[in-house]
T-cell receptor, first 114, second 111 residues
């Protein structure tokens, strides 16, 4: 398996622009997680899905952030409008929805908002 | 509120030495405690995990010690090598729910 695939790997954009991050989970996994990592705040869970349904989005910082999972093999995280404080590495992870199952992380998208 | 507290923030160890990273939690419902290893430019990857029904788990040079009564668990890296230099995260979860991560420890092993 290719593992969790994220695109783009790097994104540089200007404040106010829309940013869309993409994730393809490992085939067969039914849980998907979006994380944000910064030096100041560490690794933060933004939202997670079970069977394509959002379960907990309490970590989404504000209404500028939205996430969708239209099918089992694709998810997007959108920021509109983007702000410089959104600059971070965004990780997608997937797992089987069973107790103790390992979360497999993608390589991340490094976002820089100027 | 940080569900899992991790220390130290950074650690420097000589090659061959023992690296020890500690974590503490409050939620007694947690029943799964993994450690993740992250190299620069990469996503975190599972290193080793433990459940509260055992007090210790060892995989090669990596050992988790778990103290249920104290609500603490730690990662020990024996015979630390320069290739172990990475950021380590402890985490905790209840059942199949999402993981709560510690703030990370940046380990540097010097030759």
């Amino acid at each position: 398996d290719a593992g969790v695939i994220q695109s783009p790997r790097h994104e540089v954009t200007e404040m106010g622009q829309e940013v869309t991050l993409r994730c393809k989970p490992i085939s067969g996994h039914n849980s998907l997680f979006w994380y944000r990592q910064t030096m100041m705040r560490g690794l933060e869970l933004l939202i997670y899905f079970n069977n394509n349904v959002p379960i907990d989005d309490s970590g989404m910082p504000e209404d500028r952030f939205s996430a969708k999972m239209p099918n089992a093999s694709f998810s997007t995280l959108k920021i509109q409008p983007s702000e410089p404080r959104d600059s971070a590495v965004y990780f997608c992870a997937s797992s089987l929805n069973r107790a103790g199952e390992t979360q497999y992380f993608g390589p991340g998208t490094r976002l820089l908002v100027l | 509120q940080q569900q899992v507290k991790q220390s130290p923030q950074s650690l420097i160890v000589q090659k061959g030495g023992i690296s020890i990273i500690n974590c503490a939690y409050e939620n007694t419902a947690f029943d799964y405690f993994p450690w993740y290893q992250q190299f620069p430019g990469k996503g975190p990857a599972l290193l080793i995990a433990i459940r509260p029904d055992v007090s210790e788990k060892k995989e090669g040079r990596f050992t988790i010690s778990f103290n249920k009564s104290a609500k603490q668990f730690s990662l020990h890296i024996m015979d630390s090598q320069p290739g172990d230099s990475a950021t380590y995260f402890c985490a905790a979860a209840t059942g199949a729910n999402n993981l709560f991560f510690g703030t990370g420890t940046r380990l540097t092993v010097i030759p």
